[in-house]
């Protein structure tokens, strides 16, 4: 079969990687993919943005697409699942209504609400007035977030009252976001461990994948500003079988069943960010509708089984007996970003070292290009560098091993990935 990844960043690349090991996939192709994606065996980059879905519709039915799966956000919010399954293709993610649980969090928020899944308490605000009346009212920390889709950084931990209040009113007066601002949640700060919960679903059926912790602060110990996340590794060791089971129970299963209720019926991968506390009780924090950047990364490092015909059987009804297999082994991942990022930051820096070699290691690409033959710096987040190892700690030294070998002026990465499982284990 042929299988099309929609998208150009690190978890397309890793999504596109992990399509081409089956031995049931003759072709890979990715719209529009990056230098990395293009170098992987079986697979061709497709000078198509994700956005132009008409274009990636016609590409798909002339090439007889067997399977479409979508890397970004941005496309499932505007229906790009809807117009593949118009035309009779296989697209795996949500539909359109089904993706407002997250280009959303107004409507997030509403819902977990509505079907009683446990999360933080919360107000959503058009009006500056109005949100700095509540936001004097709440205790500190608090959280501040534009409703809408901001490429994940539209999320402000406030840890002070007039930081909050700043954040409000960048948002809804400044137009930080433009339109994703233009409403903004304010909501309780919840204390305890993060952690992803990515699953894949027919609607009714959830298969979890394994678990991971992603680090969203750009800098060491958590601290700067949220970016679109500087790591991550698998598994977690906050979500062990009990705590697995709990979340499919309280989270999963009720989201989906609520879902399916309220008419918008969910299919694809679901990530529930999940906070859990010093109580044990896991509550979600954000929901994505798809999979995590950069979770993808070293969740496909760990992933045995064939992704493309577990995608495929979920989409035919087969979901019951898709069981996916992992290495026992932990993988972690290193973003190398562009210094400056998320803020202001400088491209087209030549990268060297990516020829290097180091066992059990895997460099994905996320916001690179070729420049007169050369790959350069085209984005924030450059590279993730993922790395295997029986322990986290072993793991993460891999990793950094294959992040010595690769330079760019300006690179900059954090030291601490996986700095909680580590403390566990030593």
């Known amino acids: 079969m042929k299988v099309l990844i929609v998208g150009g960043g690190g978890r397309e690349h890793a999504l596109a990687w992990k399509c081409a090991q089956s031995a049931n996939v003759s072709k890979v192709f990715c719209a529009p993919g990056n230098i990395g994606s293009g170098e992987e065996h079986k697979v061709k980059n497709i000078p198509i943005e994700a956005e132009r879905i008409d274009s990636l519709v016609a590409f798909a039915l002339e090439e007889q697409i067997t399977l479409t799966i979508i890397g970004p956000e941005a496309p499932l919010a505007a229906g790009i699942v809807d117009e593949f399954q118009s035309v009779g293709l296989h697209c795996f993610g949500p539909t359109k209504e089904s993706a407002q649980l997250e280009a959303s969090k107004s409507f997030t928020k509403d819902f977990l609400k509505r079907h009683d899944i446990p999360t933080g308490e919360y107000e959503t605000f058009t009006q500056l007035d109005e949100a700095i009346e509540y936001i004097n009212q709440r205790p500190v920390p608090i959280v501040v977030k534009a409703d809408g889709l901001a490429a994940g950084k539209g999320?402000?931990?406030?840890?002070?009252?007039?930081?909050?209040?700043?954040?409000?009113?960048?948002?809804?007066?400044?137009?930080?976001?433009?339109?994703?601002?233009?409403?903004?949640?304010?909501?309780?700060?919840?204390?305890?461990?993060?952690?992803?919960?990515?699953?894949?679903?027919?609607?009714?059926?959830?298969?979890?994948?394994?678990?991971?912790?992603?680090?969203?602060?750009?800098?060491?110990?958590?601290?700067?500003?949220?970016?679109?996340?500087?790591?991550?590794?698998?598994?977690?060791?906050?979500?062990?079988?009990?705590?697995?089971?709990?979340?499919m129970e309280t989270i999963i299963y009720p989201t989906l069943e609520g879902m399916k209720n309220d008419g918008r019926p969910y299919q694809g991968f679901l990530y529930a960010g999940v906070m859990i506390g010093s109580d044990n009780v896991p509550k979600v924090l954000e929901f994505n509708c798809r999979f995590g950047d950069p979770e993808t990364q070293p969740i496909m490092m760990r992933l045995k089984s064939d992704l493309a015909e577990a995608c495929l059987s979920v989409l035919n009804g087969g979901a019951q007996n898709v069981?996916?297999?992992?290495?026992?082994?932990?993988?972690?991942?290193?973003?190398?970003?562009?210094?400056?990022?998320p803020l202001s930051f400088e491209t087209g820096d030549i990268i060297t070292g990516l020829d290097s070699h180091v066992t059990d290691t895997k460099v994905f690409h996320a916001g690179t290009k070729e420049v007169d033959g050369e790959c350069v710096t085209a984005g924030g987040r450059v590279l993730c560098v993922v790395g295997l190892g029986e322990t986290v700690g072993e793991a993460q030294a891999r990793a950094h091993s294959r992040v010595a070998t690769i330079e760019w002026q300006g690179k900059y990465s954090r030291t601490d990935i996986g700095y909680r499982a580590i403390m566990r284990e030593e």
């Open 155 to 247: 999320v402000v931990v406030a840890r002070t009252r007039q930081e909050a209040l700043e954040a409000a009113r960048s948002m809804l007066i400044d137009n930080t976001f433009g339109e994703a601002g233009a409403r903004i949640v304010v909501e309780e700060f919840l204390e305890g461990e993060e952690a992803s919960f990515i699953c894949m679903s027919d609607g009714e059926t959830a298969i979890p994948f394994a678990s991971s912790q992603d680090h969203k602060a750009r800098d060491n110990g958590d601290k700067g500003p949220n970016t679109g996340g500087m790591g991550a590794y698998s598994p977690a060791p906050i979500v062990d079988k009990r705590m697995r089971d709990k979340i």
């Open 323 to 341: 069981a996916l297999e992992w290495d026992s082994r932990a993988s972690l991942g290193v973003v190398l970003a562009a210094q400056g990022y």
